[in-house]
């Protein structure tokens, strides 16, 4: 079965530096997505993106957030300066119709 | 704002029983799906329903949805201790199709 891989799992990230988080959706979805989760929070929405722009995004996803579909295959979240709050696990979701596929995520600690 | 609710937070049943979990939501959908995490691992897609049904089945669960009260339960049959998960639930609404989730019901099953 078709399967969204993200890479790290886990990446470890000291305060102010940037890093990029990796995602590669099902070849045939059309729409894209970046959720996260706090931990012990609710799943939060952070962005969407279709047709090579983003479509939609939360109050959450300010200027140190940027997405990137680079090649036409990955999709990436890059957090500028991190912040010790940006520390979470984040997903990212692909859909063609009425279905996301989930990745397994990439947990991002902060230091 | 909060969209989907679920109830109750933790539920602790044998192995063997049905384990019912609630959800319940403020704004129209277009659809509602149920999710299972892992502690600390990736967001699994269960189920969705769409706001025209109200009933949907696979395997051991069952989905109910009615749109007049705005809720949803998610019943899962023979409970086995790797069903030791949360449950989530997630609305996605006719303008787009983002998803709004719960706090999640932590359910153990209990050899």
């Known amino acids: 079965e078709p399967e969204v891989t993200q890479t790290p799992s886990h990446q470890v990230t000291q305060m102010g530096q940037e890093v990029i988080l990796r995602c590669v959706p099902i070849?045939?979805?059309?729409?894209f997505y970046w959720y996260r989760q706090i931990l012990g929070q609710k799943v939060e929405f952070l962005v969407s993106?279709?047709?090579?722009?983003?479509?939609?995004k939360s109050e959450i996803f300010d200027d140190q957030f940027s997405v990137e579909r680079p090649d036409g295959s990955n999709f990436t979240l890059k957090i500028r300066s991190t912040k010790l709050e940006d520390s979470a696990m984040y997903f990212c979701a692909s859909r063609q119709h009425y279905g996301y596929t989930f990745g397994s995520g990439t947990r991002l600690t902060v230091v | 704002s909060q969209q989907g609710e679920e109830d109750p937070q933790a539920l602790s049943i044998q192995e063997g029983e049905n384990a019912t979990m609630n959800c319940s939501y403020k704004t129209s959908i277009n659809n509602l799906q149920w999710y299972r995490q892992n502690s600390g691992r990736g967001l699994v897609h269960l189920i969705l329903i769409r706001s025209n049904e109200r009933e949907k089945h696979s395997g051991r669960l069952r989905v109910t949805l009615d749109t007049s009260k705005k809720s949803s339960s998610l019943l899962i049959t023979a409970s086995r201790a790797a069903d030791t998960a949360s449950y989530f639930c997630?609305?996605?609404?006719?303008?787009?199709?983002?998803?709004?989730w719960g706090a999640g019901t932590k359910l153990i099953i209990k050899p």
């Open positions: 070849s045939n979805h059309l729409y």
């Open positions: 997630a609305t996605a609404s006719d303008s787009n199709y983002q998803l709004i």
């Open positions: 993106f279709y047709n090579n722009e983003i479509s939609e």
